[in-house]
Each structure stands twice: as C-alpha cells, then as structure tokens.
C-alpha cells in the first residue's frame, strides 16, 4: 500500500521522499483538492495525511478527501511547523494503532462465532440426548442419534481445545 500527502507546501516532495525511504511504502503527493480526489479515484491508500493548514482553509475539501480516503487512515498535520521525522512518528503510531485494533477486532469476531458455535453444539448435544433417552424407536434412528450425539461431543472438544490452549499461552 501507500501513502498520499496532500499539501501545497513548498518542499513536499523532498519530505515524500524521506518519508518513503523511511517507511519503505510509496508515497505520492497531492497539491490540493483535485489532485488528492483524483488519486483517491486511481486507488486506495494506507495513509491520507492532509495539511491542517489547507484543512482549515477548505474545510469542505478536507471533508470531500476523508470522505473518498475510505479505509486510508486519516491523519491532519501542520506541514509548515513539522518535518519529515514527526510526519514519519505520526505514521508509524497510526499504523501501530491500526494493527492493534484489527486484531483486537480478529480476537473478538474468533470469540463470538466461538461462543456461537458452541451453543449450537451444545443444542445440538441436548436435543439429541433427549430424543435417545425418550420413548422407543428404530434401531437405526437411534444408532443415527447417537452418532450425532458422538459427534457433538467431540466437536465440542475440539472446541474447548483451542481456548485452554490460548488461556494457558496468556
């Protein structure tokens, strides 16, 4: 992926080429508002990090960028007082910040279909259960019956397999 710097500060590229010898991404500049729309249509970016100068001036260009930036992390920084090593700190701790919360994210999706899935095999466990421990029927149904009952207690095994695992890892 890639960066894009939208700025009309004189010196902007000299600052996209420190940045992207440092970070080893490419990064493109934009000098204002269509430029920055244009390369927002080309393609998507990591990182949109917009002059707060030029943000303050056109507050509705600046919302017309975040709004096509779509997933890019949106980041509003004052060219003119910061220089290519507090740009690069501000990148880097936005893409630490959003490594962070993706996985935070992954954990809690992997946990809900967990908790999902393991009330289903534990429905599943029951009912079949009941049905076997209920009144007379066919040999083959109750055959059927318990190897559905067998299968719902492995997986529900395997299952709680990978959590003692992970609780134990932590």
């Known amino acids: 992926m890639s960066i894009l710097i939208v700025t009309g500060i004189e010196g902007a590229r000299n600052c996209a080429a420190v940045v992207q010898a440092q970070l080893g991404m490419e990064v493109e500049v934009a000098e204002g508002r269509k430029a920055a729309l244009a390369a927002l249509r080309r393609r998507e970016f990591l990182v949109v990090a917009v002059d707060e100068t030029m943000a303050e001036c056109d507050p509705a260009a ?8 779509g997933l890019a992390i949106p980041l509003q920084i004052n060219f003119a007082l910061s220089g290519a090593a507090r740009l ?7 893409l ?7 996985a935070l994210a992954r954990r809690a999706a992997a946990a809900a279909i967990e908790t999902e ?4 095999v534990a429905g599943l466990l029951l009912h079949s259960q009941l049905a076997l421990s209920g009144a007379e029927m066919p040999a083959p149904v109750a ?17 709680n397999a990978p ?8």
Do not use: P
């Not at 959590?163 to 932590?170: H, N, Y």
């Open 117 to 120: 899935l393991k009330s289903t």
């Open 163 to 170: 959590l003692q695992a992970s609780s134990t890892a932590v």
């Open 62 to 69: 600046a919302e017309a960028i975040w709004e096509r930036a």
């Open 88 to 94: 690069i700190r501000e990148i880097r701790s936005a």
């Open 96 to 102: 630490h910040r959003r490594e962070r919360e993706q």
């Open 143 to 159: 055959e059927r019956l318990r190897m559905v009952a067998d299968l719902a207690v492995n997986l529900r095994q395997q299952l």
